[in-house]
């Protein structure tokens, strides 16, 4: 198992965090706080000497300063940036090739360790490329990246894709974190929910979330 | 379909409306409105009548701020939640001053009031062309702005600030014909005239990449939605500058202008509102329940 990073997250997967060999898509509108579970799990990671990859279609240095405004500090200890700009790898979203060359050639290197991928790019290449060339290209990845022990954790925009494709994807994937945003009355609720988790019990509890400077704290929601 | 936040929102702006023709009932003809509660009668009771409206669009975009977690979007937010309050304050208060004011005090407020609202704009502007460059699945940067969004704003504020340090001045020495220049925006000087309209030319210039980054984020229907709605407000306010929509003259123009100016509430709102996606709480959610986690 791979801590997510979040104390309580953990706890709510059954006490470890993410399943081994797995892949995770987190869903939620943007500026929710998707990227955060990201930039906890590299930083749990970094703790425990995993190897961390994070690929992402911003430069090194936006995804750093997002990082601070979350208390993470990715200084210390960094992961292997695979960055449009300022990462020892170049990426490029519209290099379908090269980032399945790139990255299986990365994680062939580090097969020793256990490795864990965090990414932003998703939504990015589903809508530069058709839904079902992506679909392919990420089965395909995933069957190969899962011979190694490595943990992939997506983040994909809610809102932005159409309803057939997001299912798609989330079906593709081992587990499923939803955030989204609810109303209540006058109140606008951000609220987590497992949606699904290879190897935890299927869970159909919602979770109220809140930032703090230590880190993410769920609730149970009750109204 | 309008939601419950919709129809209060429907509420708020009709009881606006209503408490003028109630005030009207029982005070009598319109003349009676002005001299009944005299002359701070049509600030008061347009202030009262929209406050609610832009009160409302306003707490949501402070509502949905509190919500994100990303500093960019919240940015977002919290400008169009400034917006809305600093549109209210220019036309409630610097549109319809009484006229038994000194001038001292009208260019003090307007000047403030007028550039407080600019500031606001410009901040909600880039805001929101950092917050479509972030969408972007290109990260394509319009038109350079992350470039050259730092000289903007230092000259922003260097401008903003001679203003109101001119202002002040004006006003401690009790120099009336710079007042009246300030207030009026009728600068003889040629200098003072180029960093008073400073300001105005870059907002334009921010106006300008709205459309742009609309039209760029065909990805992202919420982005989309709140550009829309955001869209009459501006519209109105030229068509209040240009003379097509008047101010309040008499009883009936005062209704009409008050009618218009909810709608830019209202629409307002709704542009907080559509900053992000609002999923509805269902029944099913409330009936499993699970116990509080332990960290």
């Given amino acids: 198992m791979a801590s ?19 892949t995770i898509l987190v869903v939620g509108p943007p500026g929710i706080g998707k990227e955060a579970l990201g930039y906890w799990f590299t930083h749990s990671g970094l703790v425990q000497n995993d190897f961390c990859l994070y690929l992402t279609r911003l430069s090194s240095r936006e995804v750093l300063q997002d990082v601070k405004a979350f208390n993470v500090d990715l200084t210390q200890r960094v992961p292997f940036w695979f960055s449009s700009d300022g990462g020892q790898v170049k990426f490029d979203v519209g290099d379908l090739s090269g980032l399945s060359f790139n990255l299986k050639d990365i994680l062939k290197k580090n097969s020793t360790r256990r490795i864990r991928v965090v990414t932003d790019v998703l939504s990015s290449l589903l809508m530069l490329n058709q839904p079902d060339t992506i679909y392919k290209f ?18 994909i925009e809610e809102g932005m894709h159409p309803p057939n494709v997001l299912a798609a994807m989330q079906q593709l994937f081992d587990g499923v974190v939803e955030l989204k945003l609810y109303e209540e009355g006058l109140r606008v609720l951000p609220l987590l929910r497992i949606r699904k988790m290879r190897g935890v019990t299927p869970q159909v509890g919602y979770y109220n979330f809140a930032f703090s400077k230590n880190g993410m704290e769920l609730n149970a929601y009750a109204r | 379909m309008p939601d419950r936040a919709d129809i209060t929102a429907i509420i708020l702006s009709a009881m ?3 408490s003028i023709l109630v005030a009207r009932f029982l005070l009598g003809g319109s003349g009676v409105i002005h001299n009944a509660v005299g002359v701070f009668g049509p600030l008061i009771l347009f202030s009262l009548s929209s406050a609610p409206m832009f009160a409302y669009g306003a707490y949501w975009a402070f509502n949905v701020r509190r919500a994100l977690a990303v500093p960019l979007y919240r940015r977002q ?8 309050l600093s549109l209210w304050s220019t036309l409630a208060v610097s549109g319809d001053l009484p006229a038994n004011l000194s001038l001292q005090v009208t260019a003090a407020i307007s000047t403030v009031t007028f550039y407080f609202l600019f500031a606001v704009v410009f901040y909600w502007i880039d805001a929101s062309i950092l917050v479509s460059r972030r969408m972007d699945p290109l990260v394509r940067d319009t038109l350079y702005w992350s470039k050259i969004r730092i000289p903007i704003w230092i000259a922003n504020i260097l401008t903003w600030g001679s203003i109101l340090l001119l202002a002040a001045y004006a006003e401690l020495t009790g120099n009336l014909v710079l007042l009246n220049q300030l207030s009026t925006g009728n600068i003889q000087n040629e200098a003072l005239l180029v960093v008073y309209n400073f300001p105005v030319v870059v907002l334009l210039c921010g106006v300008i990449f709205i459309p742009a980054i609309a039209i760029r984020s065909k990805w992202n229907s919420r982005l989309r939605m709140h550009f829309l709605w955001f869209a009459p407000s501006p519209a109105i306010l030229l068509l209040l500058f240009f003379g097509v929509i008047s101010g309040p003259s008499d009883f009936s123009g005062f209704i009409l202008f008050l009618v218009v100016i909810l709608v830019m509430g209202f629409t307002l709102y709704k542009s907080a509102k559509s900053l992000v996606p609002l999923n509805q709480i269902s029944p099913q959610m409330t009936v499993n329940r699970v116990e509080p986690i332990a960290p």
């Fill in chain 2, 77 to 84: 937010a919290f400008g169009i939640g400034i917006i809305i």
């Fill in chain 1, 4 to 22: 997510t990073g979040v104390p309580s997250l953990d706890s709510l997967l059954g006490g470890d965090g993410y399943p081994d060999r797995s």
């Fill in chain 2, 16 to 18: 606006g409306v209503a």
């Fill in chain 1, 138 to 155: 990420l089965t395909q990845l995933f069957s190969d990246v899962k011979q190694y022990e490595c943990v992939v954790v997506a983040t």
